[in-house]
């Protein structure tokens, strides 16, 4: 009987110091949820390439393509107005766009969703920005978007240098981004 006590012990310190072994090594490799849920990657399969261009209605009936704003750095923001991240980060961007006039062009993405809506909406948070429609969802398709909110930063010469999935909730992460665009 005193030898299935010691046995039982030496197990249980055993399974203790395999799990601090355990911990000890995955201790560097745990992401913060932040990182997670701003992620960057290169869009496509190069990094560093080029931004598929395209063309969609904005608000005001006006179609815009980015290859007009081949020479200035873009700021492509996807989002939808039933998307909670992406309200939150309305008023950050407007910011920017406020903070920079015509150093930066943000064109607002909005994914699969009714003119009237869309206008409504960015009219009661008075955005100043462009915002344009994307009803079927295909240039979102073609950037691979995955998720709301997605931002695209998009140098003077038409090259994507950063993906960011996942809300922008403060003014030192679009800085983080815009400096890649705009330096």
């Known amino acids: 009987m005193e030898w299935r006590r010691v046995a039982t012990g030496l197990v249980l310190v055993a399974a203790v110091l395999y799990a601090g072994v355990l911990v000890h090594q995955n201790v560097g ?5 932040m990182a997670k849920s701003l992620s960057t990657r290169p869009l496509g399969d190069v990094p560093g390439g080029r931004a598929p261009n395209f063309s969609l209605v904005s608000l005001t ?16 923001n996807f989002w939808a107005t039933w998307c909670p991240n992406c309200r939150q980060e309305l008023a950050l961007i407007q910011h920017e766009n406020t ?3 015509s150093k930066l062009v943000i064109m607002g993405v909005d994914m699969e969703q009714c003119r009237q809506a869309v206008a409504r909406f960015v009219h009661e948070r008075d955005l100043t920005y462009s ?6 969802g295909a240039v979102s398709a073609a950037y691979g978007i995955k998720g709301l ?4 930063f998009v140098s ?3 090259v994507v240098k950063a993906v960011l ?7 030192a992460i679009a800085q983080f981004y815009l400096k890649k665009i705009l330096g």
Do not use: M, N
């Open 99 to 101: 903070l920079y006039g």
């Open 131 to 136: 915002v344009l429609l994307d009803p079927q």
């Open 61 to 76: 009936g006006t179609k815009v393509s980015l290859a007009s704003h081949y020479g200035h750095p873009v700021w492509i």
């Open 29 to 33: 490799r745990v992401s913060p949820p």
């Open 165 to 171: 999935e996942g809300g922008i909730r403060t003014p």
């Open 156 to 158: 003077r010469r038409g």
């Open 149 to 152: 909110p997605t931002s695209v």
